[in-house]
């Protein structure tokens, strides 16, 4: 009897919940919670958490707290929830109050999210809604795009100049109703409106705008289209003769176009997608998913690749658009020229974009944070990132270990940094390439931002060792204590961190470029690392780049590097066909170069590596996008071969031995595809000979796979279950791209690790 009188006393409890809370209907889901369970009190929002005080007994509370649990919002993430008793007062209702902004600590921020199915609905059947392109729900729209600054209140988003009409007010104060505290709330009558420009031509009223912006793509037109992170460019993904304009306006050669398809069935039709793929092209984050191809788009959308960037709506104007559009797929490319940050402001988008597209088509809300399309693939039946941004980003990675006051200022490639919050490491969306003025600008405005936002100040800088790297020389600036961080360590540790893992790892992380301690370029590495140190096990042999940087251009220079360092001279009578279409002159002053040693600094890169094997076997010798020649290596291969070619191990691993192999297949004219497919089977017998040696020697056996190279579906697909069947536990990267992308969280965790130990000596 006494424990039955215990749990039906009535107390005041204060809930406490953290995570993914605010900007996914989680006030208005616990209010409506509260009700169903004739609780009274109130919730409210914090920048630290979520609130709920409410009068109850024992029993009702820890129903309340796991229906809270099982219930949440689909977008919403609980990290925690905590009761207390607090001092005892008597509600006579259950309300939501006023956001409050207690603490430095911060409540998670939602990542934008696709419209609703609900909302789609409501813009056929509600009246102030009908064909209204910007309608949203506490279960959808924009999140992070817009947020200012937190708590997440309309006040702190780019919505604060649009004044709820009395009929959008009556639905966010109406606890009954699906906008019932819907931030961006808005319908015909109050909220933002779409605009487009053909030439000197204003057309304003939804339904004209989306017949004419149709009509214009169906007819081969190009049209630049404000999305929610950014401006995209559009146009029919059939027509070979308007895909084929926008490169070339774009200044975009050959690197592959994403492409929005109507539906998934429309998908199905002209590409692959097996079930896990589905399950990640139709979630509410919305990614691009490189999917192979079944059906041929226009030939410039993926220039001879054998596969597709695909997504699918997630605007309420993409589906009204494609209910028009006779095409059932567009080109949907980020609205910038070549390797310029994606345009957000409408002047910028006139002055830019307009003059290279048919028509602009703006809005009167502005975007506060840009955010590229996210790209996912899906290896082993595991989705991995390869791009980070809308739909992921500001959700943090959680750690095992404080990284507070860190901020990691990423590498020079498709930047992202990286803030330590208490022991949350908060990525940034994707940044770029920080060679352009512009991206750099949009960098380092973007840290301003994260650290305002987040109620971060940053006491340390870990940045790369590469003292020309533009994130080195702003963290060098900052005028703060910091740490340098070597690259392939830094990568390592991305995916320790990600994992959970803090121990020593056998580490193997290739790509195409990191300063090494030797002042050497670095990237085919083989490392034994914690969190804190690594040691240098074996890498590939080191090759001289002539030209340095151009041989990311012009992949035959490697080729050529690698030929001249077996054969000497000698290799120019073999009459390769991949030196045909090479500038004689050209030739001379390389093959002089590697003679010299001039002007040809030293690589252990695998990147460098596949350019050669690229090049030659003439798949590419000249470079048009960043990793091209290693995409179309890998997209030659013939599957179902098992061979492979010999190499050398000692102090360093060589390819000698690879490259005569090759030679003899190309003479024997077998085909290029077989070539391929042989020498990636090489480089995983690479990977199995050389961790086996390494666990013989120190008895470790977790293996780290990171690094671009790990982008290489055929690479990663082949070494996991291969390394497995030797008894290894594998960890590749999943929730953060294995590429430079990703290499801010390693720099976080190895910077946080050693002032632990620093501390920790004092």
Not at 394 to 399: A, D, H, K, M
Not at 664 to 683: L, M, W
Request: with cysteine; net charge neutral; charged share 25%.
């Amino acid at each position: 009897m006494k424990n039955l009188k215990k749990s039906t006393h009535i107390h005041t409890y204060l809930i406490e919940v953290k995570g993914l809370v605010q900007g996914v209907g989680f006030r208005p889901f616990i209010y409506r919670l509260a009700i169903e369970h004739g609780l009274k009190g109130w919730v409210k929002n914090t920048n630290k958490n979520v609130l709920v005080c409410i009068n109850t007994n024992e029993t009702t509370l820890k129903r309340f707290i796991k229906e809270i649990q099982s219930k949440s919002p689909p977008a919403s993430d609980i990290i925690s929830i905590n009761h207390t008793k607090t001092k005892s007062e008597i509600f006579s209702d259950f309300r939501i109050i006023a956001s409050s902004d207690i603490s430095d600590e911060i409540t998670e921020v939602s990542p934008d999210i696709a419209v609703c199915d609900d909302c789609l609905e409501d813009m056929k059947i509600q009246e102030h809604r009908i064909s209204y392109p910007f309608l949203n729900c506490t279960n959808c729209g924009p999140r992070f795009t817009i947020i200012r600054d937190l708590p997440y209140d309309r006040a702190n988003t780019t919505m604060s100049g649009f004044t709820m009409c009395e009929t959008c007010r009556s639905e966010y104060y109406d606890a009954g109703d699906r906008r019932f505290h819907a931030q961006p709330v808005a319908c015909n009558n109050c909220g933002p409106e779409y605009e487009l420009i053909i030439q000197d031509n204003h057309i304003r009223g939804i339904n004209k705008i989306l017949k004419q912006t149709a009509n214009l793509i169906d007819t081969g037109k190009i049209v630049a289209i404000k999305g929610q992170g950014g401006f995209h460019l559009a146009c029919n993904a059939l027509n070979e003769e308007a895909v084929d304009r926008l490169r070339k306006s774009k200044y975009r050669e050959g690197k592959p176009f994403a492409v929005m398809f109507r539906d998934v069935e429309s998908i199905k039709k002209y590409a692959l997608l097996n079930s896990i793929e589905e399950q990640e092209i139709i979630l509410w984050r919305r990614p691009i998913v490189i999917l192979k191809a079944k059906k041929s788009l226009a030939y410039p959308v993926s220039s001879g690749l054998k596969t597709i960037g695909c997504m699918l709506p997630y605007m309420p104007f993409h589906y009204q658009l494609f209910e028009l559009l006779k095409t059932p797929v567009i080109v949907l490319t980020s609205g910038n020229l070549s390797d310029e940050p994606i345009i957000i402001d409408n002047k910028s988008a006139v002055k830019i974009l307009r003059p290279i597209t048919d028509a602009v088509l703006i809005y009167n809300r502005d975007i506060y944070n840009r955010t590229d399309d996210s790209v996912v693939m899906v290896v082993n039946e595991t989705p991995r990132m390869l791009r980070r941004s809308r739909g992921y980003v500001p959700n943090p990675i959680r750690l095992k270990f404080d990284v507070n006051g860190i901020l990691a200022t990423g590498a020079e490639l498709v930047n992202c940094f990286c803030l330590g919050k208490g022991n949350y490491a908060i990525l940034s969306q994707h940044i770029g390439d920080l060679k352009n003025f512009e991206t750099y600008t949009f960098y380092t405005e973007s840290i301003d931002h994260f650290q305002k936002i987040f109620r971060m100040k940053a006491e340390l800088i870990a940045h790369d060792m590469h003292p020309d790297y533009l994130s080195t020389k702003w963290a060098i600036e900052a005028g703060l204590k910091k740490t340098a961080i070597q690259h392939h360590h830094a990568h390592i540790a991305s995916a320790m961190a990600e994992h959970g893992l803090d121990e020593k790892v056998i580490g193997v992380s290739f790509d195409g470029t990191g300063y090494g301690d030797d002042d050497n370029i670095w990237g085919g590495e083989f490392l034994i690392s914690d969190l804190n140190d690594y040691s240098r096990y074996t890498h590939f042999e080191y090759k001289p780049m002539p030209g340095g940087d151009m041989v990311t251009y012009e992949p035959w220079r490697m080729a050529v590097s690698y030929l001249y360092s077996i054969y000497g001279e000698d290799f120019l009578d073999f009459k390769l066909p991949f030196l045909r279409n090479i500038d004689k002159e050209k030739l001379r002053i390389v093959v002089q170069m590697l003679g010299d040693k001039l002007n040809s600094p030293l690589t252990s890169g695998a990147g460098r590596l596949f350019d050669a094997i690229a090049a030659l076997l003439n798949i590419c010798t000249q470079s048009e996008f960043h990793a091209e020649a290693p995409m179309r290596l890998e997209s030659a291969i013939i599957h179902g071969i098992k061979d492979s070619y010999p190499f050398s191990t000692g102090k360093t691993i060589g390819f000698s031995d690879t490259f005569k192999s090759v030679l003899d297949d190309i003479r024997k004219g077998t085909s290029e595809g077989i070539i391929s497919a042989k020498f990636h089977n090489t480089i995983i017998k690479v990977v199995e000979k050389t961790v086996n040696s390494i666990r013989q020697e120190t008895g470790l056996k977790k293996v780290i796979l990171s690094g671009g190279t790990f982008q290489n579906r055929y690479l990663l697909a082949n070494l996991e279950p291969a390394l497995r069947n030797f008894g290894f536990d594998v960890y590749a990267h999943s929730l953060i791209p294995c590429n430079d992308g990703g290499i801010a969280l390693g720099q976080l965790a190895i910077a946080a690790k050693r002032r632990e130990s620093e501390e920790s000596e004092e």
